[in-house]
């Protein structure tokens, strides 16, 4: 917080010092006699415009191609495309030996009712117990002190 109110300081105390000067021109320059004046150009020559032709002038578009022209040239012909498939002479391989899979009524039956009681919980080991009172430790009093009030 107090680098931003130095930037804020700082900030300000520029934008004064930047706004004297223009404090101190402004009156002077308005007390000055307007003696100077303005260059004057010299005066350019204008480019002179080339007349175009109006739409009215342009001769009429024709109306009839003219005969002379080269025919157009022929398309080529397309090859035909087959309309018959012919046949691929493929055999499938064998079909792999399967053994005789075990008839589904020598499996044994599914038991129909779920057990009820649920195994018992393993017994939790026993947390050794912290003591709660610290050990007392000697201390030794300071010696007499010499200095007096």
Known sequence: MASFNCFAL?????????????GVAAPHLLQQPQTQSL??????????RPSFPWPGALPPLPTTLPTGL????????VPTIPTVIP???????????????????ALPPLPTTLPRGLPPLPSIPSVPTTPTTVPSIPFFSLPPSHFTL
């Open 10 to 22: 700082t900030f300000l105390m520029d934008l004064s010092f930047s706004s004297i000067d223009v």
């Open 39 to 48: 260059p004057s150009f010299p005066n350019l020559p204008t480019p002179s």
């Open 70 to 77: 080269p025919p157009l040239p022929s398309i080529p012909s």
């Open 87 to 105: 046949h691929i002479p493929f055999s499938f391989p064998p079909f792999p030996y399967f053994p005789n899979l075990p008839n589904p009524g």
